[in-house]
C-alpha cells in the first residue's frame, strides 16, 4: 500500500499545471493565489519553489508585491515550446542530424506546413510578398 506522498508525479507536470495557471491570469500572480487557482493541495512553499526555479530558468518573471513577489509568464505557451525545441537542438552535438530525425518524424500535414513556414520566412529575408 502506496501512500499520497510516495506517488510521484511526472516530471514537468507541476510546472506545468503552474504556467497554466500564470498564462490564465491577467495579472502577476503571488504563490498563494497560484496554489488557490491549482487547488491540488500543493503547500505553498512548493509553489514558491517550482516558480523559483521556473525564474531561474527564465520562463517566468517576477515583480515584487509587498514582502514576496508576484510572477508572470514571459512567453505564450507556442514561444515556450520553441525555446524547449531550441534548448534540446543545443545539446545535441550533431545538430544536423537531431533535426533530421526530427523532420523525418513529422506528419504529411507537418512537414507540409513546416515548409510553408520555411518557404515564407524566404520570401521575408528577400523582400518578397
Known amino acids: 500500500m502506496t501512500s499520497a506522498k510516495d506517488e510521484r508525479r511526472p516530471a514537468g507536470e507541476l510546472e506545468a499545471s503552474v504556467m497554466a495557471a500564470l498564462w490564465a491570469a491577467d495579472a502577476p500572480l503571488t504563490p498563494g493565489r ?54 534540446e537542438l543545443d545539446r545535441d552535438e550533431d545538430r544536423e542530424t537531431a533535426l533530421a530525425r526530427f523532420v523525418a518524424q513529422l506528419s504529411p500535414d507537418d512537414e507540409r506546413l513546416l515548409r510553408d513556414l520555411l518557404e515564407s520566412g524566404e520570401q521575408l529575408e528577400s523582400g518578397e510578398q
Open 34 to 87: 497560484v496554489q488557490t487557482e491549482l487547488g491540488s493541495g500543493l503547500a505553498r512553499t512548493t509553489v514558491t519553489t517550482i516558480l523559483s526555479r521556473l525564474h531561474e530558468k527564465g520562463i517566468v518573471g517576477r515583480e515584487r508585491q509587498g514582502r514576496g513577489f508576484a510572477y508572470f509568464p514571459v512567453q505564450d505557451p507556442h514561444g515556450l515550446t520553441a525555446r524547449r525545441m531550441h534548448t
